[in-house]
């Protein structure tokens, strides 16, 4: 029972440590995004700036996923603080 029990909670925890870790995607400027549509580099022309406040992001296999308000809101601060720079992976 000992044993069980002790697996369980490896189990749990294994399962938990996977959280949704974005690595190489690129944030874009959405409403750059929605004007240019599919261009080519789009990753390169759609960099977000300074005055951005609604954000996307570029996965590596070319997937792009709009930002929520709160993400959006996140991910302005982020790029305002430094942590994010655009441009970048």
């Known amino acids: 029972m000992r044993i069980i029990t002790?697996?369980?909670?490896?189990?749990?925890?294994?399962?938990?440590?996977?959280?949704?870790?974005?690595?190489?995607?690129?944030?874009?400027?959405?409403?750059?995004?929605?004007?240019?549509?599919?261009?080519?580099?789009?990753?390169?022309?759609?960099?977000?700036?300074?005055?951005?406040?609604?954000?996307a992001m570029e996965t590596r296999t070319g997937h792009i996923y709009k930002l929520d308000a709160l993400s959006n809101q996140k991910a302005e601060k982020a790029l305002q603080d430094g942590v994010l720079r655009p441009n970048r992976h």
């Not at 190489?24 to 261009?39: H, R």
């Open 6 to 55: 002790i697996g369980m909670i490896f189990c749990l925890g294994g399962a938990l440590s996977f959280g949704a870790v974005w690595r190489g995607a690129k944030l874009l400027d959405a409403s750059c995004l929605d004007e240019n549509g599919k261009a080519r580099h789009i990753g390169s022309m759609c960099a977000p700036t300074e005055s951005t406040t609604h954000f």
